[in-house]
């Protein structure tokens, strides 16, 4: 079987109990496919009997934008870094391609809400940080015209390039941890509710920035966007994923069409509102199960 670590592909054989490796090659990024499938996954925390997801499963073609949804607490979070690579699964196994996935590796970008950038460092230099292991034998000439073009692509004036985060906005941080994730250029891009500490105005600009990045690459990435916020998934989402709160698993799925798309400004769809609807009603039920199911064990703890 083939698995994928870091820049490489690994083909291993198991044999009488050992792993051989048959053969080691350098991962290409060019001709990465950026499908993810999730199947059969499972999670819980290292000393935990509580599991977080007991059978989670997806499928994610190449270039697709799709939204996880759900409240606070129902492992959105835990579910990206899964996919990162940043937690191994339980059970079961999350394939990119139709490889089995393995470890963080530069294939996958991922911009958390905290922004992730190095306070010591200038802008530029976090950017061009990130840039350097994805294209180590660039120039360093080159690699600052790159970080110089991704400011400036994410809205940015030039001197934003020798400040340090300290100096910039929370909107202004969260474009340069945007602009450092598609500077290296990895197909899967991984967002963790990167514009939930944003006022409304910061918000609804960043979400419009981000759409046209997507759009605009060639070719699109595959973006795994964290939210708690419906009416955020229906303006940005290709494809929806509820996550329970109960069981934690995906308790419903849906594609977005461009008819049941969100449109700013506009809230006379008809279209979108029944799928808004749907979905609110789809968290709605799922919490109502679990405060029922809760009632019940602690009716049974009575009992003993």
């Known amino acids: 079987m083939s698995y994928v670590d870091k820049t490489y592909i690994i083909t291993v054989s198991i044999k009488e109990r050992k792993v051989i490796v048959l053969s080691e090659k350098k991962?290409?990024?060019?001709?990465f496919v950026?499908?993810?499938?999730v199947k059969n996954v499972g999670f819980c925390y290292k000393g935990s009997e509580k599991r977080i997801f007991t059978n989670a499963n997806?499928?994610?073609?190449s270039g697709?934008?799709?939204?996880l949804l759900g409240q606070s607490g129902c492992g959105k979070s835990t579910l990206l870094r899964l996919i990162a690579g940043l937690e191994k699964?339980?059970?079961?196994?999350?394939?990119?391609g139709g490889i089995p996935h393995r470890g963080p590796g530069l294939e996958k970008g991922v911009v958390f809400q905290d922004y992730g950038l190095y306070p010591w460092m200038s802008t530029g230099k976090n950017i061009e940080l990130?840039?350097?292991?994805?294209y180590p034998k660039m120039s360093k000439q080159e690699k600052e015209e790159k970080a110089k073009t991704w400011i400036e692509k994410v809205g940015l004036k030039p001197e934003v390039y020798n400040m340090l985060p300290k100096e910039l906005s929370g909107g202004m941080r969260q474009r340069c941890a945007i602009a450092?994730?598609?500077?290296?250029?990895?197909?899967?891009?991984l967002m963790d509710e990167p514009f939930g500490a944003l006022d409304a105005v910061t918000r609804s600009n960043l979400q419009d920035m981000l759409l046209e990045l997507w759009r605009d690459a060639n070719p699109k990435k595959t973006v795994f966007f964290v939210t708690h916020d419906v009416?955020?998934?229906?303006l940005l989402a290709e494809r929806i994923f509820v996550i329970g709160q109960g069981s934690n698993d995906i308790v419903f799925e849906t594609k977005v069409s461009d008819e049941q798309r969100l449109v700013r400004g506009r809230d006379d769809n008809l279209k979108t509102i029944e799928l808004r609807n749907e979905l609110i009603h789809q968290i709605n039920e799922d919490v109502q199960s679990m405060a029922e199911q809760n009632e019940r064990n602690e009716d049974n703890e009575k009992q003993i």
């Open 27 to 31: 991962f290409n990024m060019d001709t």
């Open 34 to 37: 950026n499908s993810v499938s």
């Open 58 to 61: 997806m499928e994610v073609p």
């Open 64 to 67: 697709q934008f799709c939204c």
């Open 89 to 96: 699964p339980t059970n079961g196994e999350i394939f990119f």
């Open 130 to 134: 990130a840039i350097e292991q994805r």
């Open 180 to 189: 450092r994730a598609f500077a290296i250029d990895s197909p899967i891009l």
């Open 231 to 234: 009416d955020e998934s229906l």
